[in-house]
């Protein structure tokens, strides 16, 4: 195999040869254009990375992308990455994304690859699409713990706001930095208006519980009995466990913010009550809490969102102590048509991306607390950003919440709410919100991850020379 790949460089310095054994290492037994393509990944590669694990699986995985199409079966995506990863992703995601990825930018011509750390690769490059990034991290044994294709590596911030409006029907964006009296906008693209917030809604449960814990109503270590009449579905975590069982409550805030469990929802909104959640929202700087009186639980949401609208008008026409009557005794009742033009606009939980960062504000402000010492490492159960914090060492935190709603294959809300604390202890948020504004059409969620990633790396540069 050796030989082949020295009739593809046949004049080597001692760097290339060392390249060369690295190609052959990877491709051998393989085609002449595999051999290519790894070459050209190896003499990108800064001399210290060349018989790194990340290096090999870089190369493996810029191949899977030019040469296979993104194709790969579960058991390779179970072989290439670490249990970690796919604990996020499962295999299935992994497959398909892999494919997605490889239809809008295959193939990727990577021109530099710098080093971060010994198991941790940052590459650049082009791609039909435009220019690209690959971040790339590994784990002890080899395994990919960290991968990121982000198509807008090179957008500057005037490029990236003008991106923003390109990404679906309706979208919002705010980045800030969290300040004494609240949030600073530093970027935003019609940051006030109203967005259906879908999972990212959990952030004001979780508030009402903290705050209660700080009240002194109730403790991390509380045990909260499961009940299939809160239970619903999909439910991640708790749906696992029988009726009847307790887990701590501590767990299920886990639960609620790292699996993203509805189950979850509806438990901790029963413990603390609905007008809790409400003065949670009111607490946090919402501004204008009655969009969301009374507060609906996922089982009352998933009802209503897809009543027909004739349905919805009538609730929605009711005031609100009338509202709360039927929720209380007249929606299991209900028998309505289901309409699949949903109801986005009028059912679900509604905040701007402006209120969410003051959302996050409180909760950063509560996490302070010597009693709230939980909720930090539960925020960071919530980011899901997989490797979007691979920039070096600009964040030493990233923690939040992601929420996303659709139907019949399409996408209506795709969202993310992070909250960032970077190296020199200076706390940012960022909120991205997509949505499908009610139409019969969809967006790409994949984006989301990478416009985000970018908006991290601008801020990790902002106020500094």
Known sequence: CMAHVHAIVPSMGPRLVALAALAAALVCPASPTERSTTLHIAAALPAAAVDTPAAQQLAWFVHLLDHRGGALTTAEAEAHFAPSFLAKFPPATVVAHSAAIAAEHAPVAIHEVRQIADDHLDARGVSPAGPLRILLRTTRDGA?????VEPYADLDLEELL????????RA????????????????????????????????YVLLAVVDAILAGEHSWDEPITIRDALRGEPSRILGTHPDGATLPLRDVLHALIGASDNAANDHLID??????????VRASGHHDPALNQPYLTFREFRRLWR????V???????????RRDFLARALDDLTAPIDVRRNLDTIGIFASATDVCRLLATLAQRARRPEAAPLLEILADGAKLGPSDLAGDDWTFVGGKSGGLGVLGFNDVSSRAVLLRRADDRWFVVVLGLESAGRWTSFARRPIHAVTARIFDLLAREGRP
Do not use: F, W
Request: with cysteine; proline share 6%.
């Open 307 to 310: 009543l027909h609208p004739s």
């Open 172 to 203: 919002t964006l705010l980045s800030a930095e969290l300040v004494d009296d609240g949030c600073r906008p530093l970027h935003a693209v019609d940051a006030d208006a109203n967005l259906s917030l879908a999972s990212i809604s959990k952030l």
């Open 144 to 148: 990919i713990d960290g991968l990121l």
């Open 162 to 169: 003008r991106t923003i409006p390109t990404l679906a029907p």
């Open 312 to 322: 919805t008008d009538r609730y929605l026409a009711l005031d609100e102590q009338a």
């Open 271 to 280: 413990l603390v009550g609905r007008r809790a959640v409400e003065a949670a």
